[in-house]
């Protein structure tokens, strides 16, 4: 990665901070995140549309005392293009909604803009977060796919352009690109965050996500979108006791690459005392999938009514999902509801005193080619039970391209799960 | 009821009977719709915007072989005016709002029109469907309030101005107008309708709500909203076996005569044969109530993020929800969500085999006056419990006012429960 200036390479916390002590100030930071942007982004495309550094500074200059007070110091945030912004188009990845203006930010865009976050712009999205891809590349190697479907909001955190962006999972949108470009992905239990103006796809999954370069940049950026009081304060590092082992051969395939990197991160983590144990038997990830893949397709084909009347602008893997949900009964959907529900609960047995549940990211390290965004199924059955999850990055393969590996939490157990994550990312050695 | 042509008087299934009949049109029904709000709507004031005469004829014309083919057959909706509309502003009740114009129609709009249904225009909603009232009077009273939040959408059905329309319900929106104004109105399980389009305050307690003269019609429209293949078949008439009563003092104030009307249905639902046992003293509902207000308060204060910004232009009711949310702790937040999700799995013991909960609907009849839209905690406990809820009218007190009383299911027991309804409604005499 060519740093033309290592300003722009700061995590969130790190540039606050240095904002604070007067060794840099807002427009420094500012202007390395764009001179990265110019030099990267023909080749990376992140970006559905950004403001220009001009349209920027103006926006800063115009409000500098306000920046200058607030929590974020006037900071970029990368928006994906499925969230509503009332300043600049957000078309979700469709021909349909080409050029479409939102008349209101969404909530969380608003609880940025007002924490004194900035948005640089809209990310690169695949068509309503689902499969058909956008034009993004990723960072780590331009050949290989950047993982969707919040595609540019991966790249553009890896490729250190931005410090921080919003994405959404419904099923891997969040995990699987942080995991392929090599950044922290976190997405809180379900229902969290306000969805209010993030475009749903389907109601019992959708989540918002957070993606950074380090864990305690997404807590910030949580705690700041929970309106808490003392947004700085977020994120205690935390050794967890006993992790609960997901092999990936349990939920579908992964490669040798991340079967050996997993096994390597046990070792050093049983090296450090915490004790790892494997995930009950009884737990089928496998029918998981399924189930997920069932309840998404019933609400997609309910949610996208709009869309549904354009068959034409459709992709062909969006219409077959619509169709599959139109051809499943409601009592299949109803029990795959359910079956999802009940799991959460009985997933810890029988080792109820576990902490969290580590398990590879993605089958994994991102595939080559821009056609497809690599296979969802690894996220699936956490996602199914809403469940949250945060994207460790520091494991590679031997080119040094990103193995992202997950913590899984219990519901609400978001602030805990981040202390785990913050505690593995120190034992991995990527936050510097 | 002053009625200036019965045809506007018919319920939607009863309509759409009598169209494909012939023993009336699609366009003469309209036409006595629109004599009817003609007559009225100075006095109730159940809209806050709608197409003329002219313009909903010319749009019927515009494409009349595909109405006359539709399950909707071109009849009227009216819709809640929280939920967008491409063609028509979406104000929420707001000041901060006015003249807002959405891009997109809302999930629920869109399959409506799909269906052949047309917007007649948006109801009266309260200030973001809280307590500020909007114009509306009660049409069985007009000194009296038609409760809210959902006030118009109650009144235009009541007042066969349409045969339905839609609400939504946070805490006790749809079921509240529903009891004052003598409409069915049907909050289904949480989760149940995509709400993709419908303005959000409480992401675990928004639910839509559909309001009609019949139970047989919000189950048809329960049944298109769900994209059902044969949705004029839903709603099957089903006598309970066995209910637990809910009563009034157990959630909070209710009238005598409240518990006069309940005490009478009791003794006519016994005399049917059904058993009625009180519901266990174990469940807390006032306990509930106020779970339910510490989940509405923090969550309105995430979601209405936007607004916060302005202040000056919030009631004094509303700016009090969200300082109340900003203060209360979020461990306090988790333990009523908690709680209340714990409650909906225990509420039925000790009676595990009873079909279904009887309760008030509120407090009495609608009070006098325009200030106020009444108590809504009567709704709140099942509302924090995620229930499938319908009012049902029928009874009234000595002024032939209406008093409402609900039906409470398990989570997805809509179809069962909408099926008890009917029952009730039959028992009552409330359908012709």
């Known amino acids: 990665m060519t740093q033309l200036n290592p300003l722009n390479t700061l995590g969130l916390k790190q540039a606050l901070q240095a904002i604070e002590n007067h060794e840099c100030t807002a427009p420094e930071i500012i202007a390395a995140c764009y001179d990265r942007i110019e030099a990267r982004e023909p ?27 607030s929590p974020l110091k006037g900071l970029p945030v990368g928006i994906k293009d499925i969230i509503d912004t009332a300043d600049m188009p957000t078309e979700m990845g469709s021909p349909i909604h080409e050029g479409r203006q939102p008349v209101d930010d969404a909530s969380c865009v608003a609880l940025i803009r007002q924490a004194g976050g900035i948005v640089l712009g809209k990310t690169v999205t695949t068509e309503f977060a689902y499969f058909k891809p956008g034009k993004t590349a990723n960072p780590r190697d331009l050949s290989r796919t950047p993982g969707g479907s919040s595609s540019g909001s991966a790249a553009a955190v890896a490729d250190a352009m931005v410090p921080v962006s919003l994405g959404s999972q419904t099923a891997a949108s969040v995990i699987r690109p942080a995991a392929y470009c090599g950044a922290v992905g976190y997405v809180g239990t ?64 992964t490669d040798s690459a991340m079967q050996e990197a997993l096994a390597g991160l046990v070792q050093r983590m049983q090296e450090q005392g915490v004790e790892v144990v494997e995930l009950g038997q009884g737990v089928r990830l496998d029918e998981m999938v399924a189930h997920h893949q069932s309840i998404m397709s019933y609400e997609v084909a309910r949610n996208l009514a709009i869309e549904s009347a354009n068959p034409e602008l459709l992709s062909e893997p969006l219409s077959e999902l619509i169709e599959n949900g139109l051809n499943l009964s409601r009592e299949a959907y109803l029990r795959s509801l359910a079956i999802a529900d009940a799991t959460a609960e009985s997933l810890w047995q029988p080792h109820q005193d576990a902490d969290v549940i580590l398990a590879p990211a993605a089958p994994g390290v991102a595939p080559e080619g821009h056609g497809k965004t690599g296979a969802p199924h690894m996220s699936r059955p956490w996602q199914a039970m809403g469940l949250p999850v945060v994207n460790v990055p520091g494991l590679e393969d031997e080119q040094g391209l ?31």
Do not use: H
């Not at 495309?45 to 115009?62: D, F, I, K, P």
């Not at 807590?219 to 992790?243: F, G, I």
């Open 43 to 69: 080749e990376v495309g992140a970006w559905q549309y950004n403001l220009t550094r001009e349209q920027y500074l103006q926006l800063y200059c115009s409000n500098q005392a306000f920046y200058e007070q």
């Open 190 to 253: 379900r229902g969290t965050f306000s969805l209010r103006g993030v475009q749903p796809l389907a109601q019992s999954l959708d989540s918002l996500g957070l993606m950074a370069r380090r864990v305690e940049d997404v807590a910030l950026m949580r705690a700041l979108l929970l309106r808490d009081s003392n947004p700085l304060e977020a994120a205690q590092m935390t050794r967890p006791k006993r992790v609960l082992l997901a092999l990936g051969e349990r939920i579908g395939e």
């Open 402 to 432: 990103p193995l992202g590996v997950q913590l899984i939490g219990r519901r609400q157990s978001d602030d805990t799960l981040l202390g785990y994550a913050g505690w593995l990312e120190k034992l991995m050695g990527s936050a510097a």
